[in-house]
T-cell receptor, first 112, second 114 residues
């Protein structure tokens, strides 16, 4: 069953802590994305990767970091520099850049 | 910068009613996508539009790519309770900077009329 898997579904961060959100896809898509969603808001792009070992900052990259060592995986680290991390985080992929996006089921990050 | 306005922000539906929502942008787009999101889940793609004037259906859903290339419309006919959720439009133009990445509207929340 092809798809995008995000884990965990819920995550709690203590002050000063870095946390990593997992995103795995078995769709053989080249491009992967991370979006942040706040209540009542549209999706805002954090980082995207069009190909393995390459990634670009989106509109709100500050306080976040990513890696793309494998085609299937695009983990997002929310660092302690992100002062307002509470949000719903969505990972997406597309067969290649500038194609339609398919989303995972999201991770809700909250601050303890 | 690029802006995308989606309206209405929210609406109430009664089973059997037709529903309409739209998105307008300040710039020309060459792709429009419509997604539906259920609470606590990721958005699911409903319809993709790639050509000005294009009209595409997916069951009871119909979407159109406006001929000005600055707007798009989504209609739901004969609504049912499972249509409840948040509908997002997303558009993409030929711009530099973010490599032509999608811009999302803020969503239209569909709820059942009390």
């Amino acid at each position: 069953d092809g798809g995008i898997t995000q884990s965990p579904k819920y995550l709690f961060r203590k002050e000063g802590q870095n946390v990593t959100l997992s995103c795995e896809q078995n769709l053989n898509h080249d491009a992967m994305y991370w979006y942040r969603q706040d209540p009542g808001q549209g999706l805002r792009l954090i980082y995207y990767s069009q190909i393995v070992n390459d990634f670009q900052k989106g509109d709100i990259a500050e306080g976040y970091s990513v890696s793309r060592e494998k085609k299937e995986s695009f983990p997002l680290t929310v660092t302690s520099a992100q002062k307002n991390p509470t949000a719903f985080y969505l990972c997406a992929s597309s067969i290649f850049a500038n194609e339609k996006l398919f989303f995972g089921s999201g991770t809700q990050l909250s601050v303890l | 910068g690029q802006q995308l306005n989606q309206s209405p922000q929210s609406m109430f539906i009664q089973e059997g009613e037709d529903v309409s929502m739209n998105c307008t942008s300040s710039s020309i787009f060459n792709t429009w996508l419509w997604y539906k999101q259920d609470p606590g889940e990721g958005p699911v793609l409903l319809i993709a539009l790639y050509k000005a004037g294009e009209l595409t259906s997916n069951g009871r859903l119909t979407a159109q790519f406006g001929i000005t290339r600055k707007d798009s419309f989504l209609n739901i006919s004969a609504s049912i309770p499972s249509d409840v959720g948040i509908y997002f439009c997303a558009g993409r133009g030929n711009y530099g900077g973010s490599q032509g990445n999608l811009i999302f509207g803020k969503g239209t929340k569909l709820s059942v009329k009390p």
